[in-house]
């Protein structure tokens, strides 16, 4: 069967591919001007190069590049170009860059003028480093006073900057092979991005405890260069599992489980199109609907009213999601909300609290907002919804909750959201965020211990911007960071992307995981204005539904040479034991899933693009 480019990415808009540099061992991809995936002797060293100008929200500028030159031989590469960033009043910063490789050196190099003063939260390079293989591992970190210090890349997750002050960082890339990578013009700094489900050590310019936004002087060159140079021992050249162009193999694992419940959340603004939709509802049947509540965004009786509505067809369980104004006590606010429950005759089986202002992120060097203390809003919870279950934690990501650690002393259950385009939304990105998701529910773990824990809504559109003033608007369907509608969400890019969410969550024993809305722009099927026709079925549909079936299942994991293209695990219910594969690339995946024991071993599957299978297994 033939698959568009639509009906993969909810857009007919294709990444366009990137462009192989190569010089001896030494590989990269030029995708927009920037590096990625640069390998030595097919081994990842970093996961990016880039340059990036970001504006007052933390946004990215898309620039315009013009007189790209590359040349190529057989060991040096070089590339030119000039680049164009427009900002707000048709201000504007050009940037000349060079790029030159050879076997064992990669340089990075640019120059940065505005013809009028030009206002930035952030300019200069972006260096990430992978953490699949590198988390935990050594490194040695050279300041900028010409200190050397030996470390250690984290392992759990770190809330602040494990490393200031840098200009360069070694690490072995594999045994007799080490990677420095030197960064001058200014000074460097590194944080986890882990912490927004990015799979990367992000080292960047500009440290964040100096003010923000900042303007560059007119016609005041910025010069900055990033320089990759290997060290290579040994005379061996080893690619890692996956590469060799054969078939993908799977085998069962030791680990085991039980699958979460599921939830879908459910917005006032979405509540009428989500009562006109119970038939779909009753169909995916999830285990808890998460309705949402915002005082501060004018939401009222009225909406309590609906969900009250939504409740009664509902066979499962419900929690309220609460976004606690904070403008007064907090014993105050929530007695009214109790008191406005009860007038709707709405009775939720949980409650999720927190303040409104926690919603909004507080970067290392910022002033912490006013926020009554956490305690004092869990038992204004208690004395205002008594009987009933209270969570807390954050609405918004995993950064805001390891940042600000939330006492679990009177919560039964903590909970937070991840998103995969707060930095980069490219479709590479996207999926790559899939492996930092192990990290974030250990480093959970290893803060809260076995507290019930929930994640979600998680959705590839961003709805709410914990770093800015708004979400981006993305009327065109395009692949932006922090938009509050992406196109992807309508394609099979996103059944898959959910499939593999789930499987990397499954080590961390959720009670709920909640993937999508059933309607608007995070939901299940297509409403007014969209590109499918209203009510359409979006291919996430069948990822949420087929989870929610699974939900109380046990699971055994199914281990994959690479896991970076093909993610598997075994469930067993009264239906009998199913092996779920998922495809997370735009291409065909041959898989060989016989030492997994499918009732067809002996038989390779092909995967056709970001598509899922479910394999009965043999007895």
């Not at 599921?262 to 119970?278: M, N, Q, R, Y």
Request: proline share 8%; hydrophobic share 40%; glycine share 8%.
């Amino acid at each position: 069967m033939t698959v568009n480019a639509f009906q993969l990415y909810g857009t007919r808009l294709v990444d366009p591919p990137p462009v192989r540099l190569r010089a001896g061992k030494l590989e990269a991809d030029l995708a927009n001007g920037n590096l990625r995936t640069i390998r030595y002797g097919g081994v990842e060293v970093l996961r990016a190069i880039s340059y990036l100008v970001r504006d007052r929200d933390w946004g990215t500028y898309s620039p315009e590049i013009v007189d790209l030159k590359i040349e190529q031989s057989d060991d040096r590469f070089e590339v030119a170009y000039r680049a164009c960033c427009v900002g707000p009043d048709d201000t504007k910063l050009i940037i000349d860059v060079r790029i030159v490789g050879s076997p064992d050196r990669l340089d990075f190099e640019a120059e940065a003028v505005a013809p009028t003063d030009f206002e930035t939260n952030r300019c200069g390079f972006c260096i990430l480093h992978p953490i699949v293989g590198v988390a935990g591992s050594p490194a040695t970190v050279e300041h900028v006073d010409g200190q050397i210090v030996a470390t250690r890349f984290p392992d759990l997750i770190e809330p602040w900057q494990p490393f200031k002050d840098m200009r360069a960082i070694t690490h072995e890339v594999m045994p007799d092979i080490q990677a420095e990578c030197r960064m001058e013009g200014d000074t460097f700094e590194m944080e986890d991005q882990r912490n927004w489900s990015d799979a990367s050590y992000k080292t960047y310019v500009r440290p964040l405890a100096l003010p923000w936004p900042y303007e560059i002087p007119a016609n005041r060159p910025v010069r900055q260069k990033t320089s990759l140079v290997i060290r290579d021992a040994g005379s061996s050249t080893r690619h890692p599992p996956g590469m060799s162009g054969g078939a993908i193999k799977l085998e069962l694992g030791a680990r085991t489980g039980t699958m979460p419940d599921i939830g879908v959340i459910i917005t006032p603004e979405e509540a009428d199109a989500t009562l006109s939709a119970k038939s779909v509802l009753s169909e995916i049947a999830p285990q808890e609907l998460l309705f949402h509540f915002d005082p501060g965004a004018g939401h009222s009786i009225e909406a309590l009213r609906r969900f009250a509505a939504i409740a009664t067809i509902h066979r499962g369980r419900s929690t309220l999601e609460i976004a606690l104004p904070c403008r007064s006590s907090p014993s105050s606010e929530a007695a009214e909300i109790a008191r406005q429950m009860r007038l709707a005759e709405f009775k939720p089986d949980a409650i999720m609290i927190s303040p409104s202002v926690d919603r909004q992120s507080t970067p290392p060097g910022s002033t912490w907002p006013d926020c009554p203390p956490l305690d004092e809003v869990y038992t204004a919870a208690r004395a205002a919804f008594p009987g009933i279950r209270i969570g807390g934690g954050m609405l918004s990501y995993f950064t805001e909750l390891n940042r600000k650690r939330v006492p679990d002393g009177q919560l039964d259950f903590v909970s937070h959201c991840t998103n995969p385009i707060v930095h980069a939304a490219d479709d590479l990105s996207v999926m790559q965020t899939l492996e930092a998701l192990p990290f974030i529910t250990r480093s959970v773990r290893a803060i809260y211990g076995d507290k019930p824990y929930r994640i979600g809504p998680s959705t590839i559109p961003m709805r709410q911007n914990p770093y800015g003033s708004r979400t981006m608007d993305n009327p065109v369907g395009a692949r932006i960071p922090m938009a509050n509608r992406d196109p992807r969400h309508n394609g099979r890019f996103a059944e898959a992307f959910a499939l593999g969410y789930a499987i990397r969550v499954l080590d961390a024993g959720l009670e709920c995981l909640t993937l999508s809305a059933l309607s608007g722009p995070f939901g299940l099927i297509a409403g007014p204005a969209e590109p499918t026709e209203q009510g359409e079925r979006r291919p996430l549909f069948n990822t949420v539904r087929t989870l929610s079936r699974l939900a109380g299942a046990s699971w055994q994991e199914c281990v994959s040479s690479s896991p970076s293209e093909v993610l598997s695990f075994v469930a067993r219910n009264a239906a009998g034991a199913r092996l779920h594969v998922v495809n997370l690339t735009g291409e065909e995946r041959k898989v060989d899933c016989g030492a997994s024991r499918p009732a067809d071993a002996g038989k390779e599957l092909l995967l056709a693009p970001f598509a899922t299978a479910a394999l009965p297994l043999a007895d």
